[in-house]
T-cell receptor
Framework: DTGVSQNPRHKITKRGQNVTFRCDPISEHNRLYWYRQTLGQGPEFLTYFQNEAQLEKSRLLSDRFSAERPKGSFSTLEIQRTEQGDSAMYLC??????????????FGSGTQLSVL | KQEVTQIPAALSVPEGENLVLNCSFTDSAIYNLQWFRQDPGKGLTSLLLIQSSQREQTSGRLNASLDKSSGRSTLYIAASQPGDSATYLCAVTKDSSYKLIFGSGTRLLVRP
């Protein structure tokens, strides 16, 4: 169990550029989640996958955001035409299906995005 | 709409003190409540998960209780240590969605 891995750890970009983040979940975990966290706030849900299927998306996930999980393994989160308001920590988590009441999430260390 | 509130927002205590962190939620129709720890600039570490049918969970010096009917949970930390300094977040899972709804956290500083 190597934990949830996220890359890069930090990303600085100029407004209008596209960025892509990667998340590698714990190998046997079938669910994968993306959250966004701004300073002083708790994480906010963006989307989640069960295997390769994207089952829920938050209204926070505008048309500029897209997430994929090909073959139910790693996942990518892409932000197109970045805006300064996109600056945040993007957190990935994974879990193994045990029923909703007992679903324990394991988080990665996050990708800190700064849009200049 | 489910809202999760944590009080206090920040807490500073001397080493060795027992302390209680509070979490409240507006909709009692939850599946579970989880407590997480977050160190500065890092991800979240799960501490305790309480299913809606349970009243409390314990792990080492940590004890979390859940009163679903009143919409409250507390995290009790016994004999606090400087290494306990971090932000503590609570989160609930509700409806049939697997998404967690988080509070804003309590920043804890344990002074040597």
């Amino acid at each position: 169990d190597t934990g949830v891995s996220q890359n890069p750890r930090h990303k600085i970009t100029k407004r209008g550029q596209n960025v892509t983040f990667r998340c590698d979940p714990i190998s046997e975990h079938n669910r994968l989640y993306w959250y966004r966290q701004t300073l002083g706030q708790g994480p906010e849900f963006l989307t989640y996958f069960q295997n390769e299927a994207q089952l829920e998306k938050s209204r926070l996930l505008s048309d500029r955001f897209s997430a994929e999980r090909p073959k139910g393994s790693f996942s990518t989160l892409e932000i197109q035409r970045t805006e300064q308001g996109d600056s945040a920590m993007y957190l990935c988590a994974s879990s193994l299906s045990r029923g909703i009441a007992n679903e324990k999430l394991f988080f990665g260390s996050g990708t800190q995005l700064s849009v200049l | 709409k489910q809202e999760v509130t944590q009080i206090p927002a920040a807490l500073s205590v001397p080493e060795g003190e027992n302390l209680v962190l509070n979490c409240s939620f507006t909709d009692s129709a939850i599946y579970n409540l989880q407590w997480f720890r977050q160190d500065p600039g890092k991800g979240l570490t799960s501490l305790l998960l309480i299913q809606s049918s349970q009243r409390e969970q314990t792990s080492g010096r940590l004890n979390a209780s859940l009163d679903k009917s009143s919409g409250r949970s507390t995290l009790y930390i016994a004999a606090s240590q400087p290494g306990d300094s971090a932000t503590y977040l609570c989160a609930v899972t509700k409806d049939s969605s697997y998404k967690l709804i988080f509070g804003s956290g309590t920043r804890l500083l344990v002074r040597p």
